[in-house]
């Protein structure tokens, strides 16, 4: 994945929140059933949260701290161009950030309404958010209830040290664009209409998956998403890179966490986000369709 270097940088769309001590917005909501291991907080993320948490939602093992603030300020020191971006593993964050809700306002304008801005925030341990407060552990989330992103970007690196994923910029894209879909999916009332439960065709599942096939549908446009200047801050996305991507959405599929992390069995039941299958077809389908209107996993009778 390459950024053009030429292209500017929005670094306002990301709160830095890293190494500021806490959380300053909500209360802790704490996960109940006792204190997990960090490969049974990754579980918990996998199967309850990678697509977004519901207000008030368990998401917090243990206390965070007050008192938190944002700083953008070394972001927009270091982060200016795609030059900064190709270079600096956050710069290329920011530009991807930039790039799909630069794609989400043309594709809102276009359908005659308005896109909402959402922030992405980096922290550092734990976050108090409208949902609750979240730990690391629990992996990067939407929150809906402020609607806003939120990721300790220590989880990529689990992703490959846990996950065994191979990684890469785009992959990591992938997960950012995901967590989009959501809040294109609460703007778009989405969200609102689903109905709780797991299962193969649970609505819940159909949630994850239509976000899937948003991110996939961003990815299409990628290198056409125009920037103030006219020019789109991704240069080129090669095969390898969708690849990546692709490897994630496999090893984040319910039944690759239940059969490689967890119990070892296979249970459908307790799907909450789609087998490793399903995510790749409908990431797929986005991407290879460039069309939201694609991605209505709700009237599909076959999720793959």
Not at 64 to 72: A, I, L, P, R
Not at 116 to 138: H, I, L, W
Not at 152 to 178: M, N, P
Request: proline letters at 3%.
């Amino acid at each position: 994945m390459e950024f053009n270097d030429d292209v500017a940088l929005d670094t306002s769309q990301v709160q830095d929140m890293r190494g500021s001590g806490g959380g300053g917005v909500g209360s802790r909501v704490a996960l109940g059933g006792g204190g997990l291991g960090i490969v049974g907080m990754i579980l918990y993320f996998v199967l309850s949260q990678l697509g977004g948490l519901p207000q008030g939602s368990p998401i917090s093992t243990r206390d965070v701290g007050q008192g938190q603030t944002v700083s953008n300020s070394d972001l927009s020191k270091e982060c200016r161009t795609g030059k900064d971006a190709n270079t600096n593993s956050d710069c290329a964050l920011v530009a991807i950030i930039n790039s799909i809700q630069g794609y989400w306002t043309d594709a809102f304008a276009r359908s005659g309404s308005t896109y909402q801005a959402a922030p992405t925030n980096f922290f550092t341990g734990g976050v108090n958010t409208a949902c609750g407060s979240a730990t690391s552990d629990v992996g990067p989330f939407y929150c809906p209830g402020d609607q806003e992103i939120y990721i300790d970007l220590a989880f990529f690196k689990e992703l490959q040290t846990r996950f065994g994923a191979q990684g890469g910029t785009f992959a990591e894209a992938y997960v950012i664009a995901h967590e989009y879909g959501h809040h294109v999916q609460t703007l778009l009332g989405t969200s609102d209409k689903v109905k709780r439960g797991t299962g193969p065709t649970s609505d819940a599942v159909r949630l994850e998956l239509q976000a899937d096939c948003y991110a996939g549908v961003w990815a299409n446009h990628a290198t056409s998403v125009p920037t103030s200047s006219g020019k789109p801050l991704i240069k080129s996305i090669s095969q390898d890179d969708v690849n990546r991507a692709l490897d994630v959405a496999a090893r984040i599929g319910d039944d690759f966490i239940q059969e490689n992390l967890g119990s070892g069995q296979v249970d459908e039941s307790q799907f909450s986000h789609g087998s490793s299958k399903q995510r790749e077809r409908w990431f797929t389908a986005g991407l290879n369709t460039g069309d939201p209107a694609q991605c209505d996993t709700f009237s599909a009778r076959d999720l793959g």
